[in-house]
């Protein structure tokens, strides 16, 4: 809890200073934490405290993460317990009932979640049916929590590349239509339709190369709601086998903390994957099929604001094409600058040159200005 709160009054607080605008904070509450705030309602009182004291609100909670985000190897931990487990459930249902209480009164807020669990991690026969049999009981929570506060919470869950849900047109609706197809079996579609949705997260679905447009449409066309939306940027490194420079500064970014999906896109529109970005992958001799694409991408999240990182690239083009096409629903998604892997980009470990808190403010204006430039700010 002193983490949280560190975070709040140091970092936070100091981009909300430097912006001088509204700022919300998006917050991550361990396992550990919640349990904690849960037992000791002083807790709750004191984080809410210092929201107020620095001007600050907060209408998500990151509940994907359980455990420890920033232990030295988290890797394909960080999808487990997955949603068979009735340990997710409970710790779900915890963040849903410290967010209403931070929440103000008839607010609305979100939950990020674990999109169902990760596919490299072993799972029984019957994973599908107990992981939406799930959701559609925490959906009556939810629904049952906004009667009793006023304060209307929905679920997000988020697609990642490799995990159960990745794919928008392959996994992701399938999925979801099979959970509205048991949820109105049940009686209750409209409440599982209302309260448990997406969060698109956009550094996710461009290294899928997905066409931003088009997925944001089927998933409307379905009915899919989009409970939250991710502002990120993913790494690409465009002609592999040619671009020496690029592979070396792309060797950087291979790190033992974080997954780092990587995905080829081929000349004739065919993609190949890798379950994590490693050295003697990037600069493999004699090369290799994979090195052989037109272009990679990888799952680390780098800053809203790049275009380039030197010789790679950034998939901020395909950011802007989502929130164009998200400011055209006929609903507001909750947004939320989503870049955590500033303790392990390159470059950044030294912080003498900008603060923590100044490169959040960078994030949050350069996330302002496309809001501006559509007209959805």
């Not at 103000?104 to 939950?111: A, F, K, N, Q, V």
Request: glycine share 6%; aromatic share 8%; charged share 25%.
């Amino acid at each position: 809890m002193n983490e949280v709160i560190e975070g709040l009054s140091t970092h936070t607080a100091e981009a909300r200073r430097l912006l001088n605008v509204p700022v919300a904070a998006g917050l991550w509450l361990s396992a550990d934490v919640a349990n904690q705030v849960t037992e000791q309602p002083d807790q709750l009182e004191r984080m809410a405290q210092i929201l107020w004291e620095h001007d600050l609100c907060c209408y998500t909670l990151n509940t994907f993460p359980y455990g420890d985000f920033h232990h030295e190897r988290v890797k394909e931990q960080v999808y487990l317990p997955d949603w068979t487990s009735r340990r997710r459930v409970s710790y779900t249902e915890q963040c849903a009932t410290i967010l209403s209480q931070l929440l103000p009164e008839r607010g609305e807020g979100s939950l990020s979640t674990v999109p169902l669990g990760g596919r490299m991690n072993p799972h029984g026969p019957e994973f599908h049916a107990v992981c939406l049999s799930h959701l559609i009981q925490f959906a009556g929570f939810l629904k049952h929590l906004y009667e009793t506060t006023g304060r209307q919470i929905r679920l997000a869950i988020e697609p990642e590349p490799l995990c159960e849900l990745d794919s928008t047109p392959a996994l992701t609706v399938p999925i979801f239509q099979r959970l509205f197809e048991m949820a109105e079996a049940r009686g209750c579609e409209a409440t599982v339709r209302d309260y448990i949705g997406l969060c698109f997260d956009v550094c996710h679905q461009s290294v899928l190369f997905e066409d931003m447009s088009q997925s944001i449409d089927l998933l409307n066309r379905t009915g899919i709601r989009i409970n939250k939306v991710h502002i990120t940027n993913a790494v690409e490194l465009t002609d592999p086998a040619g671009n020496a420079e690029g592979r070396e500064a792309l060797c950087r970014f291979a790190e033992p903390r974080y997954l780092h999906q990587t995905f080829a896109r081929f000349a004739d529109g065919q993609t190949k994957h890798r379950l994590d970005l490693r050295p003697e992958d990037i600069c493999r001799q004699p090369a290799d099929e994979f090195l052989e694409a037109a272009a990679w991408r990888v799952h680390f999240h780098v800053p809203v604001f790049a275009e380039q990182l030197g010789p790679l690239r950034t998939t901020r083009p395909d950011l802007c094409a989502a929130l164009h096409r998200i400011a055209l629903l006929d609903y507001a998604p909750q947004l939320e600058v989503e870049t955590y892997t500033w303790p392990v980009m390159p470059g950044t470990a030294d912080t003498a040159e900008s603060s923590l808190g100044d490169r959040i403010a960078r994030e949050l204006s350069s996330a302002y200005d496309i809001l501006n430039d559509i007209g959805a700010a």
